[in-house]
């Protein structure tokens, strides 16, 4: 009990600085940046702050006598997809909630932050909590993600934050050498994880070599010049009919003035493309074509999970060749949150590491990330693998 | 000329009035309100804004010497469908232009005003003047219809203004009869009309009857009871078709209790279903269904304009039985506007009258009003006539 | 009676003869090829052989007593559109159906065929056979719009009759001025009309000049040759949109070799483009926008009738610039037929004349052919007119 | 070499064998049902038979000196998805092609037939000709599911062939334990195999149990009663938006008298629903949330393949736990052939074993069968699985 009670000093503590850093994302935004939803994948930052605080309200503050919710109707706007919560505000008219205001919104998240104050000293509470500071991570990085969309759907390519990113140095590309054999996957049950990183469990690997880096712009333009977009025979057939529907001819946000030069939208508005940045807002489609093109592979989630320690990762999200299974012996979270993972593992694919978007002390080797595999506007890049 | 002056008078205390009839109207909304679009056809109230100005920037201001646009990138986001004027930004995007802010559109309106002020002696610009200002007129009515089916689309059903419209009294039904033969249709040059509206032409009437007001909610409630929605033999195909397609049950914003109780949707919020009231956001294909079942028909709409100085109009447009075609002779108007009406003549059925919701002096027996078949969303009812 | 007696004859022999012309219509072609569907707007042949022959059934020999239908199960697979009739195959799904085979349908045929025999003395029933001959020869058009379509569906481009069309001579283009006036519009009830054609009444016309003949081929390839195709101002808006969206860039039909030469898929198979032929497959949209590069208009449905007997037509069906509206006093005919017509009356527009594909004696200057404004598939040309 | 020549004379009457098959399949159906395309995932059976043919033209006979196409316009439309042989017809219009006809297609098997008599002695082609005929098996168990979901789409629900198939007899359901441990997953090299069963390689096991038969019709209407289509809580969440977009309430194929009686449509026509028989005809998403409701699990392929000794297996296709990813160190074949397997490894689920239309020596335990996690037409059933 008394570690409980001096845990939870830190468990307010980051509470109060998770809480604090969704609102300074928003910071930049007007009321009516704040409400757009440019895609049926994307939701307005509003729409964020919102599910993000009815979170803490279901699984937290329902626990709490004597709560009472700052509006019930909010539980049938700000559901995400939680069937057993009952029916909700469907995912593509997010962007039709004008009321509640931005200003409500804060209002409501002042409220459950009031009402959490009592909570951290609850030992019964805090996985719950816990939860809910990870589940807030997640949406931190779909702000920027989403308003990085929402601002590229307007041809007046606004900018979210003044500071352009410093040019990135030139990095040799090594070749990591990895003997196989048995590997220990998922989490080892120090800190948080979610229910998708277990059980922990032995997988066989074959010997591999892994990129000590991500591929490059410049190498990814390289493939473009040499037809990437043009051959089918680099593409996996979902990923070839895709390029032609959708006429892909580059990564997401790549431009292309008049004479040829070739720029990039960034949360910093336009910018010249660094030839030497990770390639990012690739699809896994892309990220296959590339390898196929480039004679190797991607990685499977086991492979980079193993190699994790001997590369820098966290720039971008890295597309793995490993579909998103259930790991042997895995078990959902119990309760509201059993629909938090599981219910997904059919038709995504595996994405490791963590971006440039993705709060500090989020990332962990152990993490799955995980999109369908035409998508693009996450922060996604490649990294190559292949046979020993 | 001297006439010219004098007459300058009087168009720019319209233009001041009109204008600022149009920022009265937003006053109500939100920035968040003010932009969103709830569906394609529909346009979020701060476009609106910026497109009647946009249209005075493009009609008057482009030629006055000397005049500077505001911001020269506003033509491409702000135009509607003037092709001749270059390509424009996706009608059914107009909802993801956060910036420019509600702010910054209210700064352009100020800065076409402060121009617009030195425009109005130049007699040379007063037909494009006048134009603008019967075309912000339409768009008023638009900001209305709008932000009624944005606010619906909102599960918290937001409200507009306060009052509620006092409750209908019971008005007699009479059956106006009209002996036929030749009547002279279109608009006789006095004043201000749109192209659509000319050339006044002779059209052969035969005998007919047309009822003295339209139809009202508890008259199409017996529509209904008799199984109005479930008979196929009332309807047109099409409109059968779309009957099924979106469950049609009852006109747009009915809402029905738990109890069964009627009640509606309205800018005041949810009211209750005025019986006497006339019944309003229905389709064309409900008008139709309604007259068949009541074994009547709809006017032509060279009967309702032969009537119209008989019967009070202006509650609701009335859906008439007359294809959107060209009158006998029709020319378009010159220049830029030779878009504004003649291109939608097809697949298009004419309404006449006007609603509540049109702007005071904007209503005119020659005004020909137009929209899809299975429009719901304006201000629409049904007058009934009959062969004699 | 006697009179009845003695028309009965003819009837029979009219009977015979067209229910003979669907079947040789079919005769170059296989069951495979009779049984394909290559759009939801276009029906198999054998679907159309069944089809009629259903109406028949229905129409005529429902009324026969101790008549017993050839298979009950037909009555839900070949009804076309009558919801009095329940429900139905769905029109899109036509294709599917390869039982019955084409031989059981030619021996339903054969079964109705020989119960007809004792039908033509009822004087009772005549209308309705009637109704079903000319019911059965508008199929005949379409079977061959259709299997044409089907055809040109097929990467082959197989063949349906041997015998190219002679090559049409120059016909010099004249234009036929008219006074206007009031003119006697609709059918005067002599031998048969559809109850869209009635019922007879006066329209005042302006005066009005109107050509001798359609466009020809030559005529209408000047205007592509002007970027027709490519210059939205001639377009209507809806055309406009369907221009790009389908990437129209000549009649349906046309082909373009790698030279550049023009040639056209026919029933014939390929063909040189015939320079003085009418230009034929072409939608309203297309008719509307060549007019409107030509400087003048297409003639109102009423105007082509008035001047019917000055030209000659029934080489392509025209496209008038009238909507399809119903006549003043328009009645339905009586019961299963009341579906016939009256319930398409929105949304599309008047063609008048008669094509190549039309049967002998089913052209009459009354006639009111109807298809929505993008239709292609259909023998349908252009004919201007311009005011005076 | 002298091995090859005698293996030369079996690899002849397999090749006589398998081709017989194929005619003999479509023996029951006219040319009408052979040319019907019923939704674009499936194909007609004259299609089958023609791009059978043109795979062994393609991949062997084009190799054999002075072999002259039968016609080469059929290149271009018997090619499924060969993206490096160019363009083809589109999937979704196979059902178009009416010629060539069905005699016309049995001609050119016939001439194919005869030019591949001289092929069996070229040692260099045996691995082309087995792969043609492995491929021309796969197309086999297509023309079964395509002319069963054809026939399903025809109201009258036509019979394919008259013998019923015998009833099943209760077959007690045991749980076979398996240690785990490394196991040996993948084609060992002796005979044909499929590129995706290789390279041979370990996979790690924990110890599971697997039944010892798959999912009964009796065992899945229990899944029904207790209201499996309508509980959210089973169901992946893709799997539970098909439900309700497609009004899924049982397997495909299931019918429902007025009485409540349960029969079912089979290649004898419909038939009383045996309880004993495997449950056939669900999609993995159906299979996933019987596994969830009876609280065990699918299991994965591996898992599978490890206890396929086992257990009897061949009546239906049973859906795994396992996405369909590569093998350790997957190489695709060489030439046309690489396009066979590979492209499609994302997004698709595997299924083990073998059904009643499987031909006979087509089954194997390492056989890697996949399709989307929605579809349900192929003879597609259950087998469960637990951890220990």
């Known amino acids: 009990m008394k570690a409980a009670v001096q845990q939870s000093v830190p468990l307010a503590q980051a509470y109060a600085a998770i809480r604090a850093h969704s609102v300074a994302l928003a910071a930049p935004l007007s009321a009516e940046d704040a409400g757009v939803q440019s895609m049926p994948d994307a939701s307005p930052v509003k729409w964020h702050l919102a599910h993000t605080n009815w979170f803490f309200e279901t699984v937290v503050l329902s626990q709490v006598p004597g709560y009472r919710p700052f509006d019930s109707r909010f539980a049938y706007l700000f559901n995400s997809y939680y069937e057993a919560l009952g029916p909700r505000h469907p995912r593509p008219r997010r962007g039709l909630i004008t009321r509640p205001s931005l200003d409500q919104v804060y209002a409501w998240r002042a409220h459950v932050d009031a009402a959490m104050a009592g909570a951290f000293d609850d030992e019964s509470l805090q996985d719950a909590i816990l939860l809910g500071l990870h589940h807030e991570q997640q949406h931190q990085e779909l ?49 948080f994880a979610f229910d998708n990183e277990s059980p922990r469990h032995q997988v066989l690997l074959q010997p591999f070599r892994i990129a000590s880096r991500p591929v490059s712009n410049s190498e990814y333009k390289a493939f473009i010049a040499d037809g990437g977009y043009r051959r089918a025979e680099f593409w996996l057939s979902d990923g070839w009919a895709r390029v032609q ?126 999109f369908p595999p035409a998508t693009r506007w996450q922060f996604s890049g490649i990294r190559l693998a292949e046979d020993i």
């Open 143 to 191: 702000i920027l993600t989403d308003i990085k969309h929402a601002f590229f759907s307007n041809p007046l390519l606004p900018t979210y934050c003044a500071a352009a990113p410093a040019p990135h140095a030139i990095t040799p590309l090594d070749r990591i050498s990895l003997p196989g054999g048995v590997s220990l996957i998922g989490h080892d049950g120090g800190g």
């Open 245 to 370: 529907e959708e006429a892909w001819e580059a990564p997401l946000y790549w431009l292309k003035d008049n004479d040829g030069t070739e720029s990039v939208f960034t949360l910093s508005g336009v910018q010249p493309l660094d030839p030497n940045a990770p390639v990012e807002h690739v699809s896994f489609f892309e990220a296959a074509a590339y390898a196929a093109w480039a004679k190797v592979r991607l990685p499977t989630e086991f492979e980079w999970e193993t190699a994790a320690p001997l590369f820098a990762h966290g720039a971008v999200w890295e597309w793995t060749r490993s579909s998103y299974d259930p790991y042997p012996g895995f078990k959902a979270f119990e309760g509201i949150a059993a629909e938090y993972n599981g219910k997904f593992m059919v038709g995504q694919v595996v994405l490791r590491g963590g971006s440039v978007a993705t709060p500090p002390g989020h990332i962990r080797s152990t993490y799955r990330n995980f």
